[in-house]
């Protein structure tokens, strides 16, 4: 699947993507293919985009997903969060990717002024691979492919459209 469907969010700190992937079905339930969590600042932190491993019950189940998270601003009356804190709250969440690079990130940051920004974070579900035919009972069955999104603790779920028939979805459409 190849997605490359968007979000815009509030960047807050520690924020978590909740993914659920699922496979539509037309007579019965949709059936879950896997999930992943992952923050945001990860994502950042590996230069925004980043292929993800689903899992089952805990267990690696060889289907991926490829997202991308973008920070974008824009001018506010409302008092942002701290900048340095959501990239160093990142850093502490992951602290086996602190880097030159992640130190030159933070070093400009905590030293910038407030500058009255409201920051947001684009989130773009990009694609899939590694889906495989399905067997039921009279019938292979290709994969329905989409996914559910639940950012942080915002009630909201998002869910990308439907990819029908596609062991490598692909979303390309933007909200």
């Given at each position: 699947?190849?997605?490359?469907?968007?979000?815009?969010?509030?960047?807050?700190?520690?924020?978590?993507?909740?993914?659920?992937?699922?496979?539509?079905?037309?007579?019965?339930?949709?059936?879950?293919?896997?999930?992943?969590?992952?923050?945001?600042?990860?994502?950042?932190?590996?230069?925004?985009?980043?292929?993800?491993?689903?899992?089952?019950?805990?267990?690696?189940?060889?289907?991926?997903?490829?997202?991308?998270?973008?920070?974008?601003?824009?001018?506010?009356?409302?008092?942002?969060p701290n900048e340095a804190n959501v990239v160093l709250d990142m850093i502490a969440e992951t602290p086996d990717m602190f880097n030159e690079t992640t130190q030159g990130l933070t070093d400009n940051v905590t030293n910038k002024e407030n500058t009255n920004q409201h920051h947001q974070?684009?989130?773009?579900?990009?694609?899939?691979?590694?889906?495989?035919?399905?067997?039921?009972?009279?019938?292979?069955?290709?994969?329905?492919?989409?996914?559910?999104?639940?950012?942080?603790?915002?009630?909201?779920?998002?869910?990308?459209?439907?990819?029908?028939?596609?062991?490598?979805?692909?979303?390309?459409?933007?909200?």
């Amino acid at each position: 699947p190849s997605w490359n469907e968007s979000r815009k969010y509030e960047l807050l700190h520690n924020q978590v993507l909740n993914v659920d992937v699922y496979d539509a079905n037309k007579r019965s339930s949709d059936e879950l293919l896997g999930n992943f969590r992952v923050t945001v600042g990860q994502v950042l932190l590996e230069g925004g985009v980043k292929e993800i491993e689903l899992t089952m019950e805990e267990k690696l189940v060889g289907k991926f997903i490829k997202i991308q998270c973008e920070q974008s601003s824009q001018k506010s009356n409302v008092d942002p969060p701290n900048e340095a804190n959501v990239v160093l709250d990142m850093i502490a969440e992951t602290p086996d990717m602190f880097n030159e690079t992640t130190q030159g990130l933070t070093d400009n940051v905590t030293n910038k002024e407030n500058t009255n920004q409201h920051h947001q974070v684009l989130v773009t579900m990009v694609s899939g691979k590694g889906f495989e035919l399905i067997k039921k009972r009279f019938k292979t069955d290709i994969p329905d492919v989409y996914c559910k999104v639940k950012y942080g603790s915002n009630p909201k779920v998002w869910e990308t459209s439907t990819i029908n028939n596609s062991l490598t979805p692909s979303w390309n459409e933007s909200r």
